[in-house]
């Protein structure tokens, strides 16, 4: 009624009082919980007898200055390989995938080979197809000049990773219900285009956060081309730890890739959990 006060009942004021007790023990617990944490980390690591050393090694906020426009430099070459791979595994990827579902005795040695090629890149070391990759095509002489070691990594990540991520795909393509698949085709549709139409729009939904992990796996991963002297951020890292003999250099590097995946990570959770929050909304206890 317009004009009437509100009564909040004994049961809601019962109900408020209890959350602010919880909210302030949350707090309480959390902040002792910290003091805990900090106190522990200063004895065990702060307070030793070698720490002021490990800090002059790795943590020297000048060898980092002079360090950093190097380290810098070769990090803005792995940003490129990272472009170029992700693209590159994304189309490889999904290509392999599609054909390890296609139907029919006349497709079999396409995904026996499918197959053979994600067992094959699953099970070797990403170094090794590194090692193999860089100086392997070379020996090949496909070009009279000298293949830039970037190409060379990139092929590498591409060739590892997408892997990887054909079986995400197609793992994804088989959780569709083949209802779905089966409403398509009654509707006229080919293997293709209920592929295409039908399957692959509710597969990647499913599959876009493991897709998002694999991505911040290979942020990371980009930083081993340097095994093939490519000036990337490790390698320039290195040239400087062996100019200063101090490690820090390597640190700076380090923290240029958490920073690259931060984002990315932080982005993975908020989706999983948009995700989730989505597809049991209801029943979540």
Known sequence: MTGATRQVSAV?????????????????????????FAVV???????????ARVQQTF?????????????????LLNLRVLVAAALGVLVLGLAIAAIRTLRGPVFFPLRALAAGYTDLFR??????????????IPGLRFTEGRIPFEVLGTIA????????????FRAGIEAVHPSQ???ARSLGLGHGQSL?????????????????????AMQKDVGLISVLGAMDAVRAAQIETASAFNFTPYVVAGLLFVLLALPMIRLTDWYSARLRSREQIGSIV
């Open 41 to 51: 980390v200063w004895i065990t690591i702060v307070n030793t007898p070698g720490w």
């Open 59 to 75: 943590l020297d906020p000048e060898t980092a200055l002079a360090a950093l426009p190097r380290v810098w430099d070769g990090f």
């Open 123 to 136: 099970g070797m070391p990403l170094i090794i197809v590194l090692y193999l990759v860089g100086f392997g």
């Open 181 to 183: 698949r089966l409403a």
């Open 196 to 216: 295409r139409i039908v399957i692959m729009p509710q597969a990647i939904r499913k599959v876009t956060p493991a897709l998002m992990n694999d991505f911040v």
């Open 12 to 36: 809601e004021l019962d109900r408020r009082t209890f959350r602010r007790r919880q909210t302030t023990r949350s707090v309480i617990i959390g902040a002792v919980s910290t003091v805990v």
């Open 157 to 168: 990540l591409i060739l590892t990773y997408s892997a990887y991520v054909s079986e995400v």
